[in-house]
C-alpha cells in the first residue's frame, strides 16, 4: 500500500491552516504552500494563534506548541511539493483555480503523489478528469475547524484506484479523523441535508411561520443541537450558505436553490436578528415537523441514491455536525408513520421532491431501522471484524455484542479465513460499554438484563479465544474496559505505537465484568495484574510489548503483512509464563500479596521506595473501596479455576456489584461527566 509521510497543503486560509495543523499535531511534517508570502504568513499566525489559546486553556503545553508548529513549513514555492505522497487542495471554490492548479502540480509532482481535493461544491471526478493521474485523485472533504472536528468524507470518483481509496482510509486513521466514505455526488452526504436545513429555515421565515427566535428555538429542539439555525448562519458567514446553495441548487434543482430572503440577507451585509422577539411555543412543533420533513427526507434520498449508507449519515451528522442523533435514529425515535407524514407534507409542498423508497419500504415493514455496528470484510484468508460506532467510540452495547457474535460466526465458518481481526473505527478500538445501560437497569432493578447482556459478552469471548482460526485483536487506538477484555480474548493483540488499554472500572465503582482479570492474571501475574485493575493505569503499546500482553507492535502500513505472519506463527502461547521486566519489578512488590490488606485500608506499602507508595496510595485513593475489595476478591476466587469455571464465577459476581451504592455513583457520574464521591457502603 502507498505509505503516506510527507504532506503538502495548498491553500493557506481558513481551511488550509487548519488542515496542515491537524496534520502537525499528529506527528506529520507538512508544506504549506499558498500564493504570497503574506497569505503563508497569515495561514501560520492563524495556526499559532489557535495553538496558543489551546495553550491557555491547558490542552498543549509549550512545547508541544513548539513541537507542532516545527512541523509546519510555510513556502510560496510549489516544488517543495513535488515529492509529497499527498497533497490536500484547499484553495478558493473556483473550478477554474483549482483546475489549473492541479494541472501545474500533476506537472510538478512525483508519479506516486495523490491529489485530494476539499471541494465543497464540485464533483470530483471534474477535477480528476483534467490531470494524467485520475487513479491517483481522491476528494478529502474536512469540516470546520479541521483540527477540531473529527469528521472526514472520503469521495472516490469513479476513475479512483483501490489502492488510493486504502491510503486514504488508512491516512484518516492515522491524522485522526473519523472517515465515511461516500459517492460523489452533488454536496456529498452531508451538506446534501445540511443547506436544505439552512434554506427551509430561511423559508420558514419568509412564510412567516415563526420569527428567528422561534425557527432557532424550533431547530435546538429537533436535531438536539446548542445552536439554532439563524445564529449557526451568522457564525458561518451568509455569503458561504448563499454560495453552498447555489451550487447545490444548479446541480440538483430549485428544491436545493438559494431561498429569496437569504440573498436579500447577504445584499444587506448584515446577521440576522437573533432577537426579532418572544419565542413563540405554540408554533414551534410545526416548525419541527418541517426540519424533520427536510432534512430526513434529504438523507433518506441520499441513501436512495447510494450516497451513502444510513449508518454513515447518521455518523456524519453526529461527528460533522455534533448532532446528539443522526436523521435515521431521529426517524427511530419519532416513529417511521410520524417520518412518512412529515416527508409526504414536503412532497406535496416541492412537487419535484419525491417520496423515497427506503422511507416507503420502512413502512411497510412496520418497524424502526436497524444499525449495523459491526461490519465484516473477509479479504483473501483474513476476515476483518470492524465495530463500527466512531461517534461513541466504539462502546460496547447489546447490539454490538449481537453483531460481533453474528459476523463472528460467518468468519469462523468460512472456509478461507484464516485470521479473524477485530478493530474499531475512528480513533478508539473500544473504549469500555454504554454505561447509561448499566445506569438505567441499575435504577430500574432490572440487574438481570445487565446478567443477560455481560453473559453473552463472555459466551463470545470464549469463542473467540478457542477460535480454530487466529484470533488478533488491532488495537491502533485507545481501548477501555470491555475493548480491553476483548483483546486479552483474542489470542493475539497487534497495536500500532497509539494503541492503548487499560481498566478504568473501579474508578467508576465498579470491577472489570468480561473476563479482564481472569486473563490479565494468566497473562502477567497476579501482582500486575492487580496493578493495573486496581489503578486504572493506562498500559502503553511499549509498556504491553515489554510485559508480553501484546504480541507484536507495528507501524499502520505494515498491519496486513503482520497478519500474515501470525497465520504463519505457531508458536505463540499468549499464557506462556513470563519474567516480570526489571521495570516492572517494583510495581509488581507493591501489588505483593502482603501488600494488599494496607491497599484496600489506604495504608502505606512495604518494600518500596516512598515516591512509589505516595503515588499509589493518591491514585487508589480516588477509587471505590468496595470495588477494590471485591477486585481482590475476584481476581483471588479465580486463580485455582479453569478460565470458563472463573467465568461463571465472575457472572455470580455481578448482582452483588451492580447492587452497591458505590456503583451507582460512580456509573450514573460517568454518564454525567461527574467525579464520583463514594461512601464505600455495601
Ligand atoms: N470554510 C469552510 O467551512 C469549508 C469547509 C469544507 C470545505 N471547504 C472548502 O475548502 C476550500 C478552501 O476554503 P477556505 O474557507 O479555506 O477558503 P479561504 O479563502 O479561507 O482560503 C483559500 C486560500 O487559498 C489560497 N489560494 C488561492 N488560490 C491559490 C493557488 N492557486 N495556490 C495557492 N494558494 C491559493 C488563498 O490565497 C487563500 O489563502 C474551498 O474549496 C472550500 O469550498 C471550506
Not at 63 to 75: A, E, I, M, N, Y
Not at 340 to 362: H, S
Not at 473 to 487: N, P, Q, V
Not at 585 to 596: L, M, S, V
Request: proline share 3%.
Amino acid at each position: 500500500m502507498a505509505q503516506i509521510s510527507k504532506i503538502g497543503v495548498i491553500g493557506a486560509g481558513h481551511m488550509g491552516s487548519g488542515i496542515a495543523q491537524k496534520m502537525a499535531q499528529e506527528g506529520f511534517d507538512v508544506v504549506m504552500v499558498d500564493m504570497t508570502d503574506e497569505y503563508v504568513g497569515r495561514g501560520i499566525s492563524t495556526i499559532k494563534s489557535i495553538l496558543q489559546s489551546g495553550m491557555k486553556r491547558k490542552i498543549f503545553s509549550q512545547d508541544q506548541v513548539d513541537t507542532f508548529l516545527s512541523r509546519v513549513k510555510g513556502t510560496t514555492d510549489y516544488n517543495e511539493v513535488a515529492d509529497a505522497d499527498i497533497i490536500i487542495e484547499a484553495v478558493f471554490e473556483d473550478k477554474e483555480v483549482k483546475t489549473k492548479l492541479f494541472q501545474k502540480l500533476d506537472g510538478i509532482c512525483a508519479e506516486k503523489t495523490i491529489f485530494a481535493t476539499n471541494t465543497s461544491s464540485f464533483y470530483v471526478h471534474e477535477f480528476a478528469d483534467k490531470v494524467n493521474r485520475p487513479d491517483r485523485f481522491i476528494g478529502l472533504h474536512y469540516f470546520f475547524h479541521p483540527a477540531k472536528n473529527r469528521l472526514l468524507e472520503i469521495i472516490p470518483h469513479a476513475g479512483t484506484s483501490k489502492e488510493t481509496i486504502i491510503a486514504a482510509e488508512t491516512f484518516a486513521k492515522l491524522h485522526g479523523k473519523t472517515a465515511i466514505t461516500v459517492k460523489d455526488a452533488p454536496g456529498f452526504a452531508i451538506n446534501r441535508f445540511f443547506i436544505p436545513c439552512s434554506n427551509e429555515a430561511c423559508r420558514m421565515l419568509e412564510e412567516g411561520m415563526g420569527n428567528v427566535a422561534t425557527i432557532d428555538e424550533g431547530s435546538k429542539q429537533a436535531f438536539g443541537i446548542g445552536m439554532g439555525w439563524f445564529d449557526l448562519l451568522n457564525v458561518t458567514g451568509i455569503p458561504l450558505a448563499v454560495h453552498a446553495s447555489e451550487s447545490l441548487g444548479g446541480e440538483l434543482g430549485l428544491f436545493y436553490g438559494t431561498p429569496d430572503i437569504l440573498q436579500a440577507q447577504m445584499k444587506k451585509n448584515a446577521d440576522w436578528d437573533l432577537k426579532d422577539g418572544p419565542v413563540e411555543v405554540e408554533k414551534i412543533d410545526a416548525i419541527k415537523d418541517r426540519f424533520y420533513g427536510i432534512c430526513l427526507g434529504v438523507a433518506a434520498a441520499l441513501v436512495d441514491e447510494g450516497v451513502a449508507t444510513i449508518e454513515d449519515v447518521n455518523i456524519g451528522a453526529k461527528l460533522g455536525l455534533r448532532w446528539t442523533k443522526g436523521p435515521f435514529e431521529l426517524m427511530n425515535d419519532i416513529g417511521i408513520d410520524k417520518t412518512c407524514e412529515v416527508v409526504e407534507a414536503i412532497t406535496k409542498k416541492y412537487p419535484g421532491f419525491a417520496m423515497p423508497k427506503v422511507l416507503v419500504e420502512q413502512k411497510t415493514l412496520g418497524i424502526p431501522f436497524k444499525f449495523k455496528t459491526v461490519d465484516l470484510d473477509i479479504k483473501d484468508d483474513i476476515a476483518w471484524i470492524t465495530i463500527n460506532r466512531p461517534d461513541a467510540m466504539n462502546a460496547l452495547n447489546e447490539d454490538v455484542v449481537e453483531q460481533l457474535t453474528e459476523n463472528f460466526s460467518i468468519a469462523q465458518n468460512h472456509s478461507d479465513v484464516k485470521a479473524i481481526v477485530f478493530q474499531g473505527a475512528g480513533k478508539a478500538f473500544v473504549a469500555g460499554a454504554d454505561i447509561q445501560f448499566f445506569v438505567d437497569n441499575v435504577k430500574a432493578g432490572t440487574i438481570q438484563n445487565i446478567e443477560a447482556f455481560t453473559r453473552k459478552g463472555h459466551e463470545l469471548l470464549l469463542k473467540v479465544e478457542n477460535s480454530t482460526k487466529k484470533t488478533i485483536a488491532l488495537l491502533d487506538g485507545l481501548s477501555l474496559g470491555g475493548g480491553s477484555e476483548l483483546s486479552l480474548a483474542c489470542q493475539y493483540i497487534l497495536a500500532t505505537p497509539n494503541g492503548s488499554m487499560g481498566f478504568p472500572e473501579t474508578g467508576i465503582g465498579i470491577i472489570p465484568g468480561l473476563g479482564g482479570m481472569i486473563r490479565a492474571q494468566r497473562m502477567i501475574g497476579t501482582q500486575l495484574a492487580k496493578y493495573y485493575v486496581f489503578t486504572g493505569a493506562p498500559i502503553t503499546a511499549g509498556n504491553a510489548l515489554d510485559l508480553g500482553l501484546f504480541h507484536s507492535v507495528v507501524a499502520p502500513n505494515d498491519i496486513e503483512s503482520s497478519v500474515h505472519q501470525i497465520i504463519e506463527d505457531n508458536t505463540h502461547d499468549k499464557y506462556q509464563s513470563k519474567n516480570i521486566p526489571d521495570d516492572f519489578k517494583e510495581i509488581a512488590a507493591a501489588f505483593a500479596a502482603q501488600n494488599i490488606q494496607a491497599i484496600l485500608s489506604g495504608d502505606d506499602l512495604n518494600g518500596i521506595s516512598q515516591a512509589l507508595n505516595d503515588k499509589i496510595k493518591k491514585i487508589l485513593n480516588r477509587k471505590s473501596k468496595i470495588a477494590l475489595k471485591m477486585a481482590n476478591d475476584v481476581m483471588e476466587a479465580q486463580i485455582p479455576l479453569t478460565i470458563a469455571d472463573a467465568v461463571e464465577y465472575e457472572l455470580g459476581q455481578l448482582e452483588t456489584l451492580f447492587r452497591t451504592a458505590d456503583a451507582l455513583e460512580g456509573l450514573s457520574c460517568a454518564v454525567e461527566h461527574k467525579k464520583p464521591e463514594f461512601k464505600g457502603n455495601n
